[in-house]
């Protein structure tokens, strides 16, 4: 008999938490079956699941925090799908399940933990209210302490946020970290070629590129400031910007205003990530805050040479010089010092992103993080069995 395994999430919009759920849905074995219930817009990756064979259900509920509606609604799905597991995903999805583990008290729960919420500089990037998150953290702490959940955190950094933050020991929260699936970031052999056609970048263009939101969090005002010595040091250079967000408009002024602008590239939105990235030199992440870099550990699966802020979570992924290189995140002339290097000994560029591969391959790879989930629920659905 199939181990069933419940997910709720607030939506499967194209969000990194909700590509997380879908690629580990599709590369579980066939000893699981999985159901995922989501509050509302299930329409991104709903067609991806039922592809894959597993159920998509929407639960009709709106509104901000629509814990009690939407736990309501679970009760049904629970008694006709019987799970072995209820999986919750994002913070709203975690309360959610806990009630509903409140009158269900014998089905384990695992709560997903994808970001350090309640660390300080988290907050003030997202521009959140210090007050209000201080109401959500009592929130999720007493719930927590009720309902006594599995913990999952996306990576060492995330799991000692909320150890302090929350209060949990140390063997309250495994970390299983995001898995990719290369298989997604393949393109045709003439893309590359065509993304630098499109973007009239020549072929001696030499190509820096970074993946990911336009916002605060990602620095991206930083790399533009560093780039006008690279610009000076290696005159053929390009600088790409993949993704989307507030901070576009500002951004471009920025370019405009430090005379680089007509070797600055803003790509937007792309569907061929994968082409993007091959047809690249060098990946450059400047990021100030992440749970678990996915757009770095995806530049790894491309063999990319890569740079990135010397901060702690992304050092769970790179070593210095030996996988990417790190830089001061605060220090435009480290990471302009950082691009001309790699720019300069292609040598250290071939060893690079050799051995990041390697390391995504042993690491990453989605099959290696879909084995870890379901050793996982193996143990959990073992151990409750036993009691």
Known sequence: MKKRILHVIPSLAAGGAERQLVNLVNHTTAEFSHFICVFNNAGFFAP????????????????????????????SIINNYKPDIIKTWLYDANIVGR????????IPLITTLHSADYEPETIRAANWSPFRVEGFRQIDK??????????????????????RKLNFSDTQVKVIYNGIDPALLECAADEPQQVRRDLEIPKDGFVYVTVGRIDAMKNHALLLRAF?????????SYLTIVGVGVLERELKDLADSLGIAQ?????????????????????VFPTLLEGHPLALVEAMFKKLPSIASNIEVLREVLTDNENGLLFNPNEPDDLAAAMIKLYRQPELRERLGRQALQDAERRFHIRIIAAEWEDYYRNIISENKSK
């Open 263 to 283: 070797r600055v590239r803003f790509l937007g939105r792309r569907k061929d990530v994968g082409a993007c990235l091959e047809m690249a030199d060098v990946f």
């Open 48 to 75: 991806t699941i039922h592809a894959s064979g597993h159920k998509v259900c929407e639960l009709g509920v709106l509104g901000k925090h629509p814990w009690f509606s939407a736990a309501s609604k679970l009760h």
């Open 99 to 106: 009630l509903v583990q409140i009158f269900n008290p014998k």
């Open 228 to 236: 006008p010595k690279v610009l000076s040091a290696v005159p053929q």
């Open 142 to 163: 007493i719930t927590a302490r009720l309902t006594k959940p599995h913990f999952a955190a996306c990576s060492q950094y995330v799991k000692k946020s909320f150890q």
